[in-house]
């Protein structure tokens, strides 16, 4: 049976989500192809800039191109400190864009590494005001431990830095926090192939964030219907029960019965 394993859900906050690719939304050439794009992909879950939400200019206003059923998730893009990072949170909520929000709290201007004490120090805040809070960070097992004690509906570690489509080069790291963890872990960030998404999904995240390598491939929206297509196939392996990785061969039939024995 082809397609998604039924009964297969993703449960955030009080929301069960049956795809299991999220879709950011910058870096498109132009935004009127984000509609096919979150179509292609299957997409539920969408991340914006709060900067790109302007409700006096449609053809600015990202959110103008968001699909209805979509689940918007502001994030803090911009922030540099937690104060920054809520201040930012708050205004996406007053603006109606409901109470998900992906915390980003950066101050590295060169690699855009998040700072995990101050995404901490957010995710506690916003949690007990009732936002449904997904924060991005650099994988660390105790950080991540921090941010479920803080209250995150999920953890969102990178898999490269942002932008780089490098792939899954923090793997080791995510997977400690994959195994560890009793909340959804998202790979957020550097996932430039669909083949590495379906990788992430086969050593168990329970979804991955994209944007780079979507909005600047040749064709976004195919290349967004790949993506979603890796995510599901990887999401199968890792339920499916991968074999053991051996060292040496072992034959897949019996090594009996040779021709002149």
Same mark, same amino acid.
């Given at each position: ?185 998202? @790979? #957020? $960030? %550097? ?8 990788? =992430?999904?086969?050593?168990? /995240? &329970? *979804? ?22 890796? @995510? #599901? $196939? %990887? ?8 074999? =053991?990785?051996?060292?040496? /061969? &072992? *034959? ?10």
């Amino acid at each position: 049976m082809g397609g998604k394993v039924v009964g297969d859900t993703l449960k955030i906050g009080d929301i069960e989500l049956t795809s299991r690719l999220f879709l950011g939304t910058g870096k498109f050439a132009n935004n009127r192809i984000i509609p096919e794009v979150v179509k292609a992909s299957g997409s539920q879950v969408v991340t914006v800039a709060l900067r790109r939400v302007d409700a006096e200019h449609k053809e600015e206003n990202i959110v103008a191109y968001i699909p209805q059923g979509c689940i918007l998730m502001p994030n803090t893009s911009g922030a540099r400190t937690a104060e920054e990072a809520v201040r930012i949170a708050r205004l996406a909520r007053a603006a109606g864009c409901g109470n998900w929000i992906k915390i980003e709290v950066i101050a590295d201007n060169r690699y855009l590494l998040p700072d995990n004490i101050e995404t901490i120090k957010a995710t506690e805040i916003l949690a007990d005001e009732g936002f449904v809070v997904l924060p991005y960070m650099s994988p660390d097992l105790m950080s991540a431990k921090r941010l479920v004690a803080a209250g995150a509906a999920a953890v969102m570690p990178l898999g490269a830095p942002i932008g780089t489509n490098r792939g899954l080069k923090t793997k080791e790291l995510v997977k400690i926090i994959i195994d560890e963890i009793p909340l959804p872990i998202i @790979v #957020d $960030a %550097g996932i430039g192939r669909p083949s590495e998404a379906a990788e =992430a999904m086969e050593m168990g /995240a &329970a *979804a991955v964030l994209v944007n780079t390598a979507v909005a600047t491939a040749s064709n976004p929206a195919v290349m967004a219907e790949a993506f979603g297509l890796a @995510v #599901d $196939a %990887g999401r199968k392996a890792y339920l499916a029960g991968p074999g =053991a990785i051996l060292d040496f /061969a &072992a *034959a897949s039939s019996p090594l009996t019965g040779f021709l002149h024995e």
